[in-house]
């Protein structure tokens, strides 16, 4: 009588076909994580980090946002900064300022963070960066007088995109709109990629054949384009000093709701 034995070639078969439907499941599962992770809006990080060069509103803007919190949560009187309708002037801040929000709607406290814009306390917004971890950065600029700091804005801009960690959402504001000498955000766009174009040319030419540099987007620097290093931008106009922050409000709604 006869034993039935399985053949080595059907058993090297099963194997295959397991290892195989494996390897798919652990690839479907990788690919649904990266595009969970990095595209589906939302960093890792509780903080919004309010950044930009100095003079551009940034502190205006975090004054606003934390007493409009306390408006909604306390129903608290909004005189003592704000007058005529109009935000109270605040000084350029050489430290960083931050404040704690805290909502029925939110899962858990957001920090709102305001980094000075000189170029000699970009140190600060890094070391924050490292214990802070980011949800959205929003970049303030001065739509008025982008034209005359054209230079150094472009280099703060590129020097914090640069420093962020990834993924990340960013949201470019021109302020000041309301002012008569505001470029719309178009102008404000196609100008800093011009400049930080011309900025990373001269940065590469500068460099010795064995050294390198973190870089980011091609040559002809393009914010659309940043998505590919994860890296989401938006653009909005607005005035903090007027109120028409909308577009700001909203963003942030979206990045911590």
Not at 52 to 76: E, M, Q
Not at 194 to 219: A, C, M
């Amino acid at each position: 009588m006869s034993t039935a034995t399985t053949a080595p070639s059907s058993i090297t078969m099963d194997t295959t076909l397991l290892l195989t439907s494996l390897a798919l499941t652990l690839l479907l599962i990788a690919v649904s994580t990266y595009f969970l992770f990095f595209w589906s809006g939302k960093a890792s990080g509780n903080a919004i980090y309010l950044v930009g060069p100095s003079g551009s509103g940034k502190t205006a803007l975090w004054t606003f946002v934390r007493h409009i919190l306390n408006l909604v949560n306390k129903r608290s009187d909004m005189s003592s900064k704000l007058k005529y309708g109009r935000t109270v002037p605040t000084q350029t801040s050489m430290s960083i300022n931050s404040c704690l929000l805290t909502h029925a709607s939110l899962k858990k406290p957001v920090t709102i963070i305001d980094c000075p814009g000189h170029p000699r306390l970009a140190h600060l917004l890094r070391q924050s960066l490292a214990t802070t971890p980011p949800r959205g950065v929003t970049v303030l600029l001065d739509a008025a007088t982008i034209k005359q700091d054209l230079n150094s804005v472009a280099n703060s801009v590129y020097s914090t995109l640069l420093a962020l960690p990834r993924p990340i959402h960013v949201l470019f504001v021109a302020n000041k709109s309301d002012l008569f000498t505001a470029l719309p955000v178009h102008k404000v766009r196609e100008l800093l990629e011009e400049e930080i174009s011309t900025l990373k040319k001269t940065r590469d030419d500068g460099l010795e054949d064995d050294e390198e540099r973190p870089t980011l987007g091609g040559p002809e620097f393009n914010f659309s384009e940043l998505e590919e290093d994860a890296v989401m931008v938006e653009w909005t106009k607005g005035s903090i000093e007027s109120r028409e922050v909308a577009g700001v409000l909203e963003w942030v709604s979206d990045r911590i709701s």
